[in-house]
T-cell receptor, first 112, second 118 residues
Framework: QKEVEQNSGPLSVPEGAIASLNCTYSDRGSQSFFWYRQYSGKSPELIMFIYSNGDKEDGRFTAQLNKASQYVSLLIRDSQPSDSATYLCAVSASGGSYIPTFGRGTSLIVHP | GAVVSQHPSRVICKSGTSVKIECRSLDFQATTMFWYRQFPKQSLMLMATSNEGSKATYEQGVEKDKFLINHASLTLSTLTVTSAHPEDSSFYIC??????????????FGQGTRLTVV
């Protein structure tokens, strides 16, 4: 059973702070990792993806991957109230199908 | 990112009727489409995976005769909820992806369909 674990939160941070979201996964053969943002009542939208160990930065977002420890994180710098949403971690299954497995999501609240 | 259009965004139907939901990839060819269901405050639950031109692969516990999936072209997949009942009320979301040999590519989501069965 491939599992992706996230703390459901809510994670509450003040505006301007760094929000740190974490995700662990069980399938050591996982190859691709995605972070999606989902606003209430809306479908998920892709924020970032990462394939290699290390950090990947895109604007205020940084994804960090550590395959040895089987975790992936998302850092949001200068958090804004508009960042308040549920953040879903997705991990692709190993093998040819690459079916993504989603975590339950972490609710982030950025308060002014 | 790529655009995936899902229609309708909301539908209310009577118990016992069928509802068809369309998912279109507008600017890329989707070799694979995923159909998810999401209940309030729950995570996405994968229902089935469909590859263009072949039968869908359903996840355990998902009734293939109740949730009919067709992926007849590289840009369109449909999910038909047959003989809908109130417990089928949920948020249904499609996701489309092009799978390039040797590479894993990200999937993009449609806007979702809020189904209410009364």
């Amino acid at each position: 059973q491939k599992e992706v674990e996230q703390n459901s939160g809510p994670l509450s941070v003040p505006e301007g702070a760094i929000a740190s979201l974490n995700c662990t996964y069980s399938d050591r053969g996982s190859q691709s990792f995605f972070w999606y943002r989902q606003y209430s009542g809306k479908s998920p939208e892709l924020i970032m993806f990462i394939y290699s160990n290390g950090d990947k930065e895109d604007g205020r977002f940084t994804a960090q991957l550590n395959k040895a420890s089987q975790y992936v994180s998302l850092l949001i710098r200068d958090s804004q109230p508009s960042d308040s949403a549920t953040y879903l971690c997705a991990v692709s299954a190993s093998g040819g199908s690459y079916i993504p497995t989603f975590g339950r999501g972490t609710s982030l609240i950025v308060h002014p | 990112g790529a655009v995936v259009s899902q229609h309708p965004s909301r539908v209310i139907c009577k118990s016992g009727t069928s509802v068809k939901i369309e998912c279109r990839s507008l600017d890329f060819q989707a070799t694979t489409m995923f159909w998810y269901r999401q209940f309030p405050k729950q995570s996405l639950m994968l229902m089935a995976t469909s590859n263009e031109g072949s039968k869908a692969t359903y996840e355990q516990g998902v009734e293939k005769d109740k949730f009919l999936i067709n992926h007849a072209s590289l840009t369109l997949s449909t999910l038909t909820v047959t003989s809908a009942h109130p417990e089928d009320s949920s948020f249904y979301i499609c996701s489309a992806r092009t799978l390039r040999p040797g590479k894993n590519t990200e999937a993009f989501f449609g806007q979702g369909t809020r189904l209410t069965v009364v």
